[in-house]
C-alpha cells in the first residue's frame, strides 16, 4: 500500500471523527478522489477497526469519538513521534505485511485527540522517510508467520534453502533461534543438523518450509552478540583484526558521523582528514566497505586488508584499462 493512500486514509479519518457529517460527495472534494474511491477507503477504515455510521435520512457519514477507542494523555511531541513511527512501518523494507502496518498506524491515530492531529497533521504531510534499498519484504509476508510458529512453540523446521554459498539447492533440517533484520533484509539464524552448529539463513531464499512436529531445545546461553562478534556486518571472520583506515578530507566528515561499527574509534587529522580504528572479527565485508568510497581510502592496517583492497583495485584497473569486457572471476 502506497504512502499516498495512507495519507489519504488518515485524512479520511480526521474528516469523519471531527464531530461533522459529510456527504461521499464532499468528502471526495474534501480528499480529491473519485466517489468510487471513497466507498472503498470507507470500507477499509471500517475492517481495520474503525467504524462509522452512515445516515440513510441525509446520506451523510459520521464518527464519533464514542465509537473510537479512548484518547491517550500525549504531548504533542510524544504524538508527532508515535504517529511518524506510525506512518514510517508502511514504508519500512523490515514490515512484509504493509496491510498490518497500515491498520495499526490507523488505530493509533485514532486515539488522538482533534487537537493533536490537527497539530501533528501539517508537520507529517512535510515529513518524508525513504528509507535505504532492501530486499522486498512482500516476498516473505507468508514465510515470516510460519518461522514465528516454529520459534514459539520451539518446533524443528524443514527447509529447502536456495544457497549463494554452495551454488545449490539444499535440504536442512533446523532448530530457529532468532529472526533478524540486518542491513538490508530478513535472516534466520538456526542450528543446522546437518552440520551440527548454528548458520545464517536468508528468508527470502528459503524455497520451502515446514514446522515439524518434533521439538528442539534451544542454547540458553545463545545470544546474537557472541553468534556474530565483531563482525563487520553479519560475516563473521576467524581472526580478529585492528583496522586502522585514512579517509581525506572530502569523505571525512561523512564517515565520522555515522556509528559504523560498535568498536569504530574516529579523529581527525590536522589536514581534515579522518582516522578511522575499529577491531572487527573478518575483513571481507569491510573491504567491500573501504572500497565503496574509492581514491578517498587508504587502508593502513592490517596489511590482509591492504593486500585484499589492493587486489580489487587491480582488477578493476584491468577490467576498465586492461582486458575490457574480460568476463572471468579473478
Known sequence: MRTGRVERLLKLMQVLQSGRSAGVEELARLVGVSRRTVFRDIELLSRAGIPYTFDRVT???????????????????????????????????FVPD?????????????????????????????????????????????????????????????????????????????????LAYIHRGWYLVAYSEQVSRVQT???????????????YRPDPKFTLDDYFGNAWLMLRGDKRYHVKIRFLKMVAGNVDEILWHKTQRATFEQDGALLFEA???GIDEIAWWVLGYGDQAQVLEPPELREKVAGHAERMQRYYHGDGLNRGGN
Open 59 to 93: 446520506k451523510k457519514y459520521s464518527a464519533t469519538r464514542t465509537s473510537l477507542l479512548p484518547p491517550v494523555a500525549l504531548t504533542h511531541a510524544e504524538a508527532l513521534a508515535l504517529m511518524l513511527a506510525a506512518r514510517s512501518l508502511v514504508t519500512r523494507p
Open 98 to 178: 504493509q496491510a498490518a502496518a497500515v491498520s495499526a498506524g490507523l488505530k493509533l491515530e485514532s486515539m488522538l485527540p482533534p487537537a493533536i492531529l490537527d497539530f501533528c497533521g501539517p508537520l507529517l504531510e512535510r515529513t518524508e522517510i525513504r528509507p535505504e534499498p532492501a530486499s522486498d519484504p512482500t516476498s516473505i509476508v507468508d514465510t515470516l508467520p510460519i518461522l514465528q510458529t516454529a520459534l514459539m512453540r520451539r518446533s524443528k523446521a524443514f527447509v529447502r534453502y536456495d544457497s549463494y554459498f554452495e551454488q545449490k539447492v539444499i535440504d536442512v533440517t533446523l532448530h530457529p533461534y532468532r
Open 279 to 281: 577491531d572487527v572479527d
Open 201 to 215: 539463513f536468508k528468508v527470502e531464499r528459503i524455497l520451502q518450509l515446514k514446522v515439524l512436529e518434533a521439538k
